[in-house]
């Protein structure tokens, strides 16, 4: 069974930066892309960013291009770092694995393991 456990978040100014990171485990994992989505209260979730298993591959939302930065540590860990951070990048962020390796997909139906999710608030 793979397990999925974000990390980082918190309160964070409007203007600052935050990082999250994901760990992904389990004796059944395997190389695979990996994405970030996130929900507001009231709203939909949402694609944040994602990345292939090697790198190479990104996609970022259009409400974040240029302020993050997703990337793999290695094969089962990878991080998102956002700057200039804005009220409305409060939601729960969601890291989750995809079934691809190579598709860095900002479609939330090509993820099967999800993690819990942690809060993310930014104050004005």
């Known amino acids: 069974q793979v397990q999925v456990v974000e990390s980082g978040g918190g309160l964070v100014q409007a203007g600052g930066s935050l990082r999250l990171s994901c760990a992904a485990s389990?004796?059944?994992?395997?190389?695979?892309?990996m994405g970030w989505f996130r929900q507001a209260p009231g709203k939909e979730i949402e694609p944040v960013a994602a990345v292939s298993w090697h790198g190479s591959n990104t996609y970022y939302a259009d409400s974040v291009k240029g302020r993050a930065t997703i990337s793999r540590y290695n094969d089962n860990t990878m991080v998102l770092q956002m700057n200039s951070a804005k009220p409305q990048d409060t939601a729960i962020y969601y890291c989750?694995?995809?079934?691809?390796?190579?598709?860095?997909?900002?479609?939330?139906?090509?993820?099967?393991?999800w993690g819990q999710g942690v809060q993310v608030t930014v104050s004005s």
């Open positions: 989750a694995t995809s079934t691809a390796t190579v598709n860095a997909s900002g479609s939330s139906r090509d993820y099967v393991r």
């Open positions: 389990g004796r059944s994992f395997t190389p695979l892309a």
